[in-house]
């Protein structure tokens, strides 16, 4: 059996099911009460809409512009080269020791004016606000929002400090030695143990005590469009150590920069930035952040609070979306639903429902073979019934309602992930008993007629029990000592943790 046709089946057990009003809306166990959908909706879509005047201007402009820039910033990349081939000359690709001595005098300055004078010529204007914290004073900087590869001009402000980045980039040529000079954290996708050795080596240089460069994250893990700031990833918080957050803003009238999972592409966001007559950003430190004892313990409480603190300074919203939104995201866009439709807030419902990725991803399997034939990528009342091979009913609107959580006629993936867990991984057996009698109760209570059926069922009950020999009696009694309020003995079993 399916999980939707499973859930069917549970909701027609629920007491007072197709019974009344159709349109009335079966309590919800409470603590589901908890999943309010997001403030943003979609945070890894951009669409900047260009005007015939902006077309024009672009078109003009990027004549001159355009080659002009193009060669400026090649020519920079080839002056920066020997000065990075010095810095990491006889090193290793992973450096187990910090580059120090002469060659970090004479490499570091310039290759920081360098980065300065290349963002110059792609027309940047930046702007510094906040002071810069040293590295006995914050070891870390996160930066967020995180929204363009143009964000790495946030590493030339704090003067140029080590970066996490894939291994793959270390061997990309010319930009692969650059970014080696910077020393950074190399994470490999292919060693099943390579989360364990960053978050290790991250460590060793937070506490280093200066001895390292400071190491600057990103702690979003994936670009946005700036809406609203996703889940932090926790890596930058385990060391416990005091970290610096950095804003970063681009106050423009037309946006060209933002790089999101739907959007432009790479290409494109190049030749638009570089077509523009300059293009404005703003770095802004904020006050180091010192860990206390509980959240050097749960460097997820560091992370959320960090992050509250930048959300309130960039006035915008916090959601639970994660990387892995984006990966349902394009499973979504595979199995013929629109991108959008794979996302679930993935970090609030995996922690709340005791979801893995893998699960949600069968899900998304699941959803996609009712809603690939609607429109729009969401479950109507009539596929739903068709899916179920059932009529339209008062207990399939009953069923329905369960997972359209925002009574607008419709069910996204969300909701239905939400409405899976509710009807066939009830929370807690006992709240789920609790909710059940109420509705019985009100039944009840609307229809007394039904108090004779009960009464008459009790009084043969009891006849029959009075006619049986003493032995026999005293079972039924002692069986229901198991379930009685006043005994204790219930196996592990009978219970689920919340």
């Known amino acids: ?47 900047t809409q260009i005007g015939a005047a902006s077309r024009l201007q672009i078109f003009l402009l990027g004549i001159i512009l355009l080659p002009i820039r193009v060669l400026l910033v090649a020519l920079i990349l080839l002056l920066a080269w020997p000065f990075a081939a010095i810095s990491t000359a006889c090193c ?9 001595g002469w060659r970090r005098k004479v490499t570091q ?38 929204s363009t590869f143009f964000d790495g001009i946030a590493c030339i402000v704090a003067g140029l400090p080590s970066m996490v980045s894939r291994n793959e980039n270390a061997h990309v040529p010319l930009i692969g030695r650059l970014l080696r000079a910077l020393q950074p954290v190399l994470v490999s996708r292919v060693d099943p143990d390579s989360r364990k050795t960053t978050i290790n080596e991250i460590k060793k240089r937070a506490t280093s005590r200066g001895e390292w460069p400071q190491i600057l994250v990103f702690p979003e893990g994936t670009c946005t469009n700036r809406s609203c700031l996703i889940t932090f990833k926790p890596g930058a918080f385990i060391p416990g150590v005091p970290v610096q957050p950095i804003l970063i803003r681009y106050p423009n009238k037309l946006d060209t920069v933002t790089w999101t999972w739907q959007g432009y592409t790479f290409i494109q966001l190049c030749m638009l930035t570089f077509c523009q007559p300059f293009t404005k950003v703003e770095v802004e430190f904020l006050p180091i952040q010192v860990p206390n004892d509980e959240e050097k313990r749960d460097p997820v409480l560091f992370a959320n609070k960090v992050r509250n603190i930048m959300a309130d300074a ?10 892995e939104d984006c990966r349902l995201m394009i499973s979504a866009g595979q199995l013929t639903l629109p991108m959008e439709a794979g996302l679930v807030e993935f970090t609030k419902i995996s922690r709340k429902l005791k979801l893995d990725w893998d699960g949600i991803r069968k899900h998304l399997d699941e959803y996609a073979s009712i809603a690939s034939s609607s429109k729009g990528g969401r479950i109507g009342i009539e596929e739903f019934a068709e899916y179920l091979k059932l009529p339209v009913s008062d207990v399939l609107r009953q069923l329905f309602a369960l997972f359209d959580r925002n009574h607008d006629g419709s069910i996204d993936f969300r909701e239905y992930v939400i409405g899976l867990a ?33 009464t008459t069922y009790l009084d043969l009950q009891t006849c029959h029990v009075f006619s049986l020999p003493e032995e026999v009696q005293a079972i039924p009694s002692i069986a229901s000592n198991k379930v009685s309020p006043e005994i204790h003995e219930v196996s592990a079993s009978d219970k689920k943790d919340d």
């Open 422 to 454: 509710v009807l066939c991984n009830p929370a807690n057996t006992e709240e789920i008993i609790q909710v059940a009698f109420k509705e019985f109760k009100s039944f009840a209570l609307k229809h007394p007629e039904y108090a004779k059926i009960f």
């Open 92 to 100: 290793p690709e992973k450096q187990i020791h910090p580059i120090t």
């Open 109 to 146: 300055p310039a290759l920081k004016f360098l980065g300065q004078a290349m963002f110059f010529s792609m027309g940047f204007i930046v702007t510094v606000k906040g002071k810069i914290a040293s590295p006995l004073e914050a070891p870390i900087f996160v930066v967020a929002p995180h």
């Open 314 to 323: 960039l006035g915008i919203p916090v959601t639970d979306h994660t990387y």
């Open 1 to 47: 059996m399916n999980r939707c046709a499973e859930a069917a089946a549970v909701a027609a057990t629920v007491p007072g099911a197709g019974v009344g009003d159709a349109g009335l809306r079966p309590p919800m166990v409470p603590r589901q009460a908890s999943f309010f959908p997001p403030p943003v909706p979609n945070p890894f879509v951009q669409q």
